[in-house]
């Protein structure tokens, strides 16, 4: 349960983030991914860490998901990652049809801004914490 879970959420809040019109037109398209495709111009939001750990009751099979983001670019200072940040935390706030599945709770527990070694790109690192149930 917990990997069908963590699988089918993860898909569904990629193509969320896709499907945002704010966050697409700030990206330039649809540049959401699982996979970042070899020599994509920045910037655009990357499938990052997850995790999934159970959270079944009585009553229903359930799954606590931690599904990370990151948001890089390339821009001079910090605004733009933040930015975009800011548009796919509007985003997730959506709840997504997961198959299978009933989304109880989902909220952006952090963000955090970080410029990495390179220095010229940033990361912004969105946390979703997702509860779900199969339905």
């Known amino acids: 349960m917990i990997a069908d879970a963590l699988g089918k959420a993860q898909a ?3 193509a969320l983030l896709n499907a945002d019109t704010d ?9 959401v991914y699982d996979a970042v495709p070899h020599s994509r111009a920045f910037p655009y939001v ?6 999934a750990r ?9 799954a606590e998901l931690s599904i990370n983001f ?6 001079r200072g910090r605004s733009q990652a933040n930015a975009l940040a800011g548009l796919a ?18 909220e952006v527990q952090r963000v955090e801004t970080q410029r990495l070694r390179d220095a010229r790109t ?5 946390v979703l914490r997702v509860l779900i149930e199969r339905a």
Not at 89 to 106: E, F, G, I
């Open 54 to 62: 159970d959270w079944s009751g009585n009553a229903a099979e359930g």
């Open 23 to 31: 966050l697409t037109t700030a990206l330039g398209g649809q540049h």
């Open 46 to 51: 990357v499938l990052g860490a997850v995790s």
């Open 89 to 106: 935390t509007a985003a997730l706030m959506s709840v997504p049809a997961v198959p299978d599945h009933r989304v109880v709770l989902c």
């Open 122 to 126: 940033y990361l912004a690192r969105l």
């Open 70 to 75: 990151d948001v890089y670019s390339r821009a």
């Open 12 to 14: 569904a809040y990629v």
